[in-house]
Protein backbone atom coordinates (compact mmCIF):
# COMPACT_ATOMS: atom_id res chain seq x y z
CA UNK A 1 0.00 0.00 0.00
CA UNK A 2 1.17 3.58 -0.48
CA UNK A 3 2.66 4.93 2.17
CA UNK A 4 4.47 8.52 3.15
CA UNK A 5 7.25 8.95 5.65
CA UNK A 6 7.69 12.02 7.44
CA UNK A 7 10.14 12.01 10.53
CA UNK A 8 7.91 11.90 13.55
CA UNK A 9 10.11 13.37 15.57
CA UNK A 10 10.82 17.12 16.15
CA UNK A 11 13.39 18.98 14.55
CA UNK A 12 15.06 21.69 16.92
CA UNK A 13 17.12 24.07 15.09
CA UNK A 14 18.88 27.69 16.20
CA UNK A 15 17.84 30.87 14.64
CA UNK A 16 19.52 31.57 11.08
CA UNK A 17 20.41 27.87 10.73
CA UNK A 18 19.07 25.68 7.38
CA UNK A 19 16.06 23.83 8.51
CA UNK A 20 16.03 20.26 6.48
CA UNK A 21 13.02 18.08 6.36
CA UNK A 22 12.57 14.81 4.57
CA UNK A 23 9.46 13.15 3.01
CA UNK A 24 9.65 9.37 1.84
CA UNK A 25 7.28 7.75 0.00
CA UNK A 26 7.16 4.39 -1.41
CA UNK A 27 4.22 2.10 -3.44
CA UNK A 28 3.71 5.67 -5.30
CA UNK A 29 4.14 7.59 -8.75
CA UNK A 30 3.47 10.82 -7.98
CA UNK A 31 2.37 13.43 -10.48
CA UNK A 32 3.27 16.18 -8.01
CA UNK A 33 4.33 16.38 -4.27
CA UNK A 34 3.22 19.44 -2.42
CA UNK A 35 4.93 21.02 1.14
CA UNK A 36 2.41 22.63 3.48
CA UNK A 37 2.55 24.45 6.56
CA UNK A 38 0.51 23.75 9.77
CA UNK A 39 -0.03 25.56 12.84
CA UNK A 40 -1.66 24.47 15.72
CA UNK A 41 -5.78 23.93 15.68
CA UNK A 42 -5.78 25.81 12.04
CA UNK A 43 -5.81 24.19 8.05
CA UNK A 44 -2.72 23.63 5.98
CA UNK A 45 -1.90 26.75 4.30
CA UNK A 46 -0.05 25.46 0.56
CA UNK A 47 3.89 26.25 0.20
CA UNK A 48 5.47 25.06 -2.42
CA UNK A 49 4.58 22.31 -5.60
CA UNK A 50 7.12 20.29 -7.15
CA UNK A 51 6.14 18.03 -10.28
CA UNK A 52 7.83 14.67 -11.20
CA UNK A 53 9.75 16.27 -14.15
CA UNK A 54 11.34 18.65 -12.08
CA UNK A 55 14.04 18.04 -9.80
CA UNK A 56 14.26 21.27 -7.78
CA UNK A 57 12.09 24.73 -6.78
CA UNK A 58 12.37 27.46 -5.22
CA UNK A 59 10.39 30.50 -2.96
CA UNK A 60 11.68 33.37 -1.45
CA UNK A 61 13.85 31.40 1.62
CA UNK A 62 11.81 27.75 0.71
CA UNK A 63 13.76 25.24 -1.25
CA UNK A 64 11.92 22.27 -2.51
CA UNK A 65 13.90 18.99 -3.96
CA UNK A 66 12.68 15.69 -5.71
CA UNK A 67 14.33 12.37 -6.14
CA UNK A 68 11.72 10.18 -8.46
CA UNK A 69 14.77 7.66 -8.12
CA UNK A 70 15.21 7.64 -4.69
CA UNK A 71 11.63 8.48 -3.68
CA UNK A 72 12.06 11.08 -1.73
CA UNK A 73 11.69 15.43 -1.36
CA UNK A 74 13.82 17.37 0.62
CA UNK A 75 12.31 20.91 2.04
CA UNK A 76 14.95 23.65 3.16
CA UNK A 77 14.24 26.70 4.97
CA UNK A 78 17.00 28.83 5.18
CA UNK A 79 18.06 31.30 7.37
CA UNK A 80 15.62 29.90 9.63
CA UNK A 81 13.02 32.36 12.29
CA UNK A 82 11.10 31.57 15.17
CA UNK A 83 7.69 32.52 13.36
CA UNK A 84 8.75 29.39 11.37
CA UNK A 85 8.06 27.17 13.61
CA UNK A 86 4.81 24.90 12.71
CA UNK A 87 4.43 21.44 11.36
CA UNK A 88 5.11 20.98 7.50
CA UNK A 89 3.00 18.09 5.69
CA UNK A 90 4.28 16.65 2.45
CA UNK A 91 1.40 15.47 0.14
CA UNK A 92 1.53 13.49 -3.12
CA UNK A 93 -0.68 14.13 -6.04
CA UNK A 94 -1.62 12.12 -9.33
CA UNK A 95 -1.05 8.52 -10.44
CA UNK A 96 -1.83 6.61 -7.41
CA UNK A 97 -3.09 2.98 -7.55
CA UNK A 98 -6.87 2.94 -8.19
CA UNK A 99 -6.83 5.75 -10.49
CA UNK A 100 -7.59 8.42 -7.44
CA UNK A 101 -6.36 11.83 -7.91
CA UNK A 102 -6.35 12.55 -4.36
CA UNK A 103 -3.58 14.16 -2.86
CA UNK A 104 -2.37 11.47 0.05
CA UNK A 105 -0.80 13.56 3.02
CA UNK A 106 1.86 12.45 5.70
CA UNK A 107 1.67 12.68 9.29
CA UNK A 108 3.85 15.78 9.51
CA UNK A 109 6.93 17.09 11.10
CA UNK A 110 7.26 19.32 13.87
CA UNK A 111 10.03 22.22 13.44
CA UNK A 112 10.88 24.33 16.41
CA UNK A 113 12.92 27.42 15.69
CA UNK A 114 14.87 29.00 18.70
CA UNK A 115 15.65 32.02 19.27
CA UNK B 1 -11.04 37.18 -2.07
CA UNK B 2 -12.54 35.37 0.79
CA UNK B 3 -10.51 31.79 1.64
CA UNK B 4 -12.53 28.84 2.40
CA UNK B 5 -14.61 29.30 5.37
CA UNK B 6 -15.79 26.85 7.92
CA UNK B 7 -18.76 26.77 10.34
CA UNK B 8 -19.23 26.15 13.11
CA UNK B 9 -15.55 26.33 14.68
CA UNK B 10 -16.13 24.28 17.45
CA UNK B 11 -18.93 21.64 17.96
CA UNK B 12 -19.48 19.51 20.83
CA UNK B 13 -22.04 16.41 20.78
CA UNK B 14 -22.31 12.94 22.08
CA UNK B 15 -22.29 9.59 21.42
CA UNK B 16 -24.88 8.81 19.22
CA UNK B 17 -26.15 12.45 18.19
CA UNK B 18 -25.06 13.33 14.44
CA UNK B 19 -23.14 16.38 13.67
CA UNK B 20 -23.51 18.91 10.47
CA UNK B 21 -20.78 20.85 9.13
CA UNK B 22 -20.33 23.60 6.22
CA UNK B 23 -18.32 24.85 4.13
CA UNK B 24 -18.00 27.35 1.59
CA UNK B 25 -15.09 27.23 -0.68
CA UNK B 26 -13.30 29.93 -2.94
CA UNK B 27 -15.36 31.69 -5.42
CA UNK B 28 -14.76 30.01 -8.66
CA UNK B 29 -13.63 26.55 -6.75
CA UNK B 30 -16.23 23.54 -7.97
CA UNK B 31 -14.10 21.31 -6.17
CA UNK B 32 -14.84 20.41 -2.08
CA UNK B 33 -12.57 18.07 0.09
CA UNK B 34 -13.02 17.18 3.44
CA UNK B 35 -10.17 15.54 5.89
CA UNK B 36 -10.28 13.95 9.03
CA UNK B 37 -7.10 14.77 10.99
CA UNK B 38 -7.30 13.35 14.64
CA UNK B 39 -4.57 13.70 17.25
CA UNK B 40 -1.36 13.19 15.95
CA UNK B 41 -2.72 12.14 13.14
CA UNK B 42 -2.12 13.08 9.33
CA UNK B 43 -5.03 14.10 7.28
CA UNK B 44 -7.20 11.40 6.35
CA UNK B 45 -9.15 11.80 3.21
CA UNK B 46 -13.11 11.70 3.57
CA UNK B 47 -14.94 13.17 0.65
CA UNK B 48 -14.52 14.56 -2.50
CA UNK B 49 -17.72 16.66 -4.45
CA UNK B 50 -17.42 18.55 -7.86
CA UNK B 51 -19.92 20.45 -9.35
CA UNK B 52 -22.20 18.89 -7.21
CA UNK B 53 -21.56 14.80 -7.34
CA UNK B 54 -19.30 12.83 -4.90
CA UNK B 55 -16.43 11.72 -7.45
CA UNK B 56 -14.18 9.88 -4.71
CA UNK B 57 -14.36 8.66 -1.22
CA UNK B 58 -12.24 7.62 1.52
CA UNK B 59 -11.72 4.40 3.81
CA UNK B 60 -14.46 5.76 6.42
CA UNK B 61 -18.11 4.21 7.48
CA UNK B 62 -20.97 4.84 5.51
CA UNK B 63 -22.41 7.19 8.67
CA UNK B 64 -20.09 10.01 7.00
CA UNK B 65 -22.34 11.72 4.29
CA UNK B 66 -22.00 14.91 2.59
CA UNK B 67 -23.60 16.77 0.05
CA UNK B 68 -22.45 19.70 -2.21
CA UNK B 69 -24.79 22.32 -3.03
CA UNK B 70 -25.93 23.89 -6.39
CA UNK B 71 -23.58 27.41 -5.40
CA UNK B 72 -20.44 24.65 -4.57
CA UNK B 73 -20.62 25.04 -0.86
CA UNK B 74 -20.89 22.13 0.96
CA UNK B 75 -21.72 19.96 4.50
CA UNK B 76 -20.79 16.92 5.88
CA UNK B 77 -22.91 14.90 8.11
CA UNK B 78 -21.37 12.70 10.66
CA UNK B 79 -24.18 10.23 11.92
CA UNK B 80 -23.93 7.72 14.87
CA UNK B 81 -21.58 9.75 16.77
CA UNK B 82 -18.43 7.71 18.32
CA UNK B 83 -15.65 8.55 20.33
CA UNK B 84 -13.31 8.26 17.92
CA UNK B 85 -14.83 10.71 15.86
CA UNK B 86 -13.20 13.74 17.80
CA UNK B 87 -11.24 15.25 15.30
CA UNK B 88 -10.70 18.17 13.70
CA UNK B 89 -12.39 18.01 10.32
CA UNK B 90 -10.72 20.35 7.48
CA UNK B 91 -12.78 21.25 4.27
CA UNK B 92 -10.49 22.37 1.29
CA UNK B 93 -11.22 23.56 -2.42
CA UNK B 94 -9.31 23.72 -5.56
CA UNK B 95 -10.47 24.76 -9.20
CA UNK B 96 -8.43 21.70 -11.35
CA UNK B 97 -7.85 18.44 -9.15
CA UNK B 98 -4.84 17.27 -10.64
CA UNK B 99 -2.32 20.35 -10.90
CA UNK B 100 -4.14 22.97 -8.65
CA UNK B 101 -3.16 23.39 -5.17
CA UNK B 102 -6.02 22.84 -2.36
CA UNK B 103 -6.75 26.01 -0.12
CA UNK B 104 -7.57 24.84 3.11
CA UNK B 105 -10.17 26.10 6.18
CA UNK B 106 -9.27 26.58 9.54
CA UNK B 107 -11.56 23.52 10.61
CA UNK B 108 -14.16 22.32 12.40
CA UNK B 109 -12.99 21.04 16.19
CA UNK B 110 -15.32 18.13 16.85
CA UNK B 111 -15.26 16.92 20.17
CA UNK B 112 -17.91 13.75 20.81
CA UNK B 113 -18.20 13.28 24.94
Known amino acids: SQKIEQNSEALNIQEGKTATLTCNYT??????LQWYRQDPGRGPVFLLL?????KEKRKERLKVTFDTTLKQSLFHITASQPADSATYLC??????????????FGRGTSLIVHP | EAGVTQSPTHLIKTRGQQATLRCSPI?????VYWYQQALGLGLQFLLW???????NRGNFPPRFSGRQFPNYSSELNVNALELEDSALYLC????????????FGPGTRLTVL
Open chain 2, 27 to 31: SGHTS
Open chain 1, 91 to 104: ALGGRASGGSYIPT
Open chain 1, 50 to 54: IRENE
Open chain 1, 27 to 32: NYSPAY
Open chain 2, 92 to 103: ASSLVIRTDTQY
Open chain 2, 49 to 55: YDEGEER
